[in-house]
């Protein structure tokens, strides 16, 4: 069973910056697709992006669209998230996502494998 491993989280001021990065235990990384998702205080776990196992195929929720960047390197099975030009909005509990031979989803149910998530805080 897979292992996922959350870092890069932390407190930065709107319109910072920070990456996330996802460490893999599975040497089969490449068969996941995985995900970015993320909760806030008080409220439902939500999609923030995915990509296919190759990472030739990417999708984001609107709120973060051109802000953020899903990225993956199957050789050093991680997978991270760029984020840019943050807001206050975006402060919560970042979790990556993952499932074997399969094609991504927005649904945080499909998927079978969870890292233990990374706070991320931004001040305004």
């Known amino acids: 069973q897979v292992q996922l491993l959350e870092s890069g989280g932390g407190l930065v001021q709107a319109g910072g910056s920070l990456r996330l990065s996802c460490a893999a235990s599975?040497?089969?990384?490449?068969?996941?697709?995985m995900a970015w998702f993320r909760q806030a205080p008080g409220k439902e776990r939500e999609f923030v992006a995915a990509i296919n196992w190759t990472g030739g195929n990417t999708y984001y929720t609107g709120s973060v669209k051109g802000r953020f960047t899903i990225s993956r390197d199957n050789a050093k099975n991680t997978m991270y998230l760029q984020m840019n030009s943050l807001r206050p909005e975006d402060t919560a509990v970042y979790y990556c996502?993952?499932?074997?031979?399969?094609?991504?989803?927005?649904?945080?149910?499909?998927?079978?494998?969870w890292g233990q998530g990374t706070q991320v805080t931004v001040s305004s």
């Open positions: 599975d040497r089969t990384f490449s068969t996941y697709a």
């Open positions: 996502a993952g499932r074997k031979y399969s094609a991504y989803s927005l649904t945080a149910y499909e998927y079978n494998y």
